[in-house]
């Protein structure tokens, strides 16, 4: 298992790469360039310039969170072509720049979805939040504006205002893809690239849609145990791999993220691992926690024990924290609440490698 950090860059987060150094047990960063716009080539000039700053620092950059999939791919449209030519470009560039693991994901329109991203909690902290209730009532258009406003100033993840502008438009375009259709363009997608991983010794690991469920008419597939055995079966490939995040999934609490994490990563397609927690408040109402089992409604000593039973080797990373000791940071992106989750799950492999083997 290597430890690693999800990391902005320079210029676009609040987190020094001396600090993500001073984290015990962190290798690695998971970056990526920010100042791409979806469907161009990432140019080599900039991607080793990112690596360059990243191992300066002691670091290593072998993951990429993400490279994100144009809107006109997972439509299927004509012109998906030139995006899927330049997305093998882009892989084939990380690859000779050491990266060994692509985080992407196929969700419509929305990237990870919440309607709160300062919920109070009982200890003075706060945390992103998602209420069903709430969000099937909202208009998409006045979410996006909301998100952005309560966003710290910082640009989030996934909600790049490029890709938001055309929203109406998009929607529009959507109403003639159902899950069946997402799913044939995903396989369309995979088949093309896949050579290309191959080449550059690049593994895909898509990630699982946030929340596991259809929103505002748009399909969702990356969601459960059936549509992500379909999902790797769509190329029988390594290279085409998962980003096993306990808390996307997790929202359904259906979903047995021990048991997801025994079954995939013995067939060798898990390659990078989100670790978080949340807590339920109702059905399909859940706050974000603190990594700790107690603070919220997943076990994470038995996340980490699958992690460890099939002798992960990929990447993990803790996911979102809450904001904490009055830190201003991107929501869900913050220092320090990562940083003690990085600790925890770190204590958790040490303990569960001397019980069960009496070694490392
Ligand atoms: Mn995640």
Request: one cysteine or more.
């Amino acid at each position: 298992m290597n430890m690693t950090f999800r990391w902005f860059g320079e210029k676009d987060d609040s987190i020094s790469l001396e600090q993500i150094r001073q984290i015990p047990g962190v290798t690695g960063v998971v970056g990526a360039l920010y100042d791409v716009p979806v469907g161009d080539v990432w140019p080599m000039d900039k991607i080793i310039a990112l690596k360059d700053s990243v191992e300066k620092a002691g670091l290593k950059l072998e993951v990429i969170e993400s490279v994100n999939v144009h809107e006109d791919i997972k439509l299927g449209l004509s012109s998906r072509d030139k995006y899927i030519e330049n997305y093998r470009q882009s892989i084939i560039n990380l690859g000779k720049a050491g990266v060994k693991v692509i985080c992407y994901n196929f969700m419509p329109v929305f990237d990870w979805l919440r309607n709160n991203l300062a919920y109070p909690l009982l200890d003075g902290s706060n945390a992103l939040c998602y209420d069903h209730d709430i969000v099937k009532d909202i208009d998409p258009v006045k979410l996006v504006e909301d998100t952005a406003k309560s966003s710290n100033g910082f640009t989030l993840p996934g909600w790049e205002p490029e890709r938001l502008s055309e929203l109406k438009d998009t929607f529009e375009k959507y109403k003639n893809v159902n899950e069946d259709k997402l799913f044939d363009n995903l396989e369309y997608f995979l088949e093309n690239i896949i050579s290309a991983c191959e080449e550059a010794d690049v593994k895909m690991a898509i990630h699982p849609d946030d929340p596991p469920w259809p929103l505002f008419g748009l399909p969702r597939i990356v969601t459960d145990r059936k549509n992500l055995e379909r999902l790797v079966n769509l190329v029988d490939s390594p290279y085409n791999g998962l980003t096993l995040c306990s808390g996307s999934l997790g929202a359904n609490p259906d979903n047995n993220i021990p048991d997801l994490i025994r079954n995939f990563g013995k067939m060798g397609r898990i390659h990078f691992g989100h670790v978080r927690n949340l807590k339920f408040f109702g059905e399909r109402k859940f706050h974000e926690s603190s990594h700790l089992s107690l603070d919220g409604s997943f076990d994470m000593f038995e996340i980490m024990k699958a992690y460890h039973d099939i002798g992960f080797k990929g990447y993990i990373r803790p996911d979102h924290g809450r904001m904490i000791w009055a830190e201003k940071a991107r929501p869900g992106y913050g220092l320090y609440d990562r940083a003690l989750g990085v600790t925890y799950l770190n204590g958790l492999w040490e303990a569960i490698g001397k019980m069960t083997s009496g070694g490392e």
